[in-house]
Nanobody, 125 residues
Framework: QVQLVESGGGLVQAGGSLRLSCAAS????????VGWFRQPPGEEREFVAA????????HYADSVKGRFTISRDNAKNTVYLQMNSLKPEDTAVYYC??????????????????WGQGTQVTVSS
């Protein structure tokens, strides 16, 4: 199975920015839909953003629209999540996930076949 590795998490003050990366070990990743999800402490994992394999189509949760940007560099087998204007409520473990068979950008966790281990993002007030 393709290994997904997230990086770029950390501690940041409210209003700050972070860029998360999701790197894959194989080229099949570049043909997959990729999503970012997050799991706040004590809560369910929730959808954040998704991007088509070509990068031409993206979709965001309402809570991050206008602040977060998902992008990808298929030559590097990497998907990014640029997070600006961070808020304390953005604090969570962030996961990337790949949907190898889908054609539509999905918000549901079950649509995604492969998951990374997650990276912690903490936003202080």
């Amino acid at each position: 199975q393709v290994q997904l590795v997230e990086s770029g998490g950390g501690l940041v003050q409210a209003g700050g920015s972070l860029r998360l990366s999701c790197a894959a070990s194989e080229r099949t990743f570049s043909r997959s839909i990729v999503g970012w999800f997050r799991q706040p402490p004590g809560e369910e994992r929730e959808f954040v953003a998704a991007i088509a394999w070509s990068g031409s189509s993206t979709h965001y949760a309402d809570s991050v629209k206008g602040r977060f940007t998902i992008s990808r560099d298929n030559a590097k087998n990497t998907v990014y999540l640029q997070m600006n204007s961070l808020k304390p409520e953005d604090t969570a473990v962030y996961y990337c996930a790949a949907d190898y068979l889908g054609r539509l950008l999905q918000e549901t966790r079950t649509a995604y076949d492969n998951w990374g281990q997650g990276t912690q993002v903490t936003v202080s007030s």
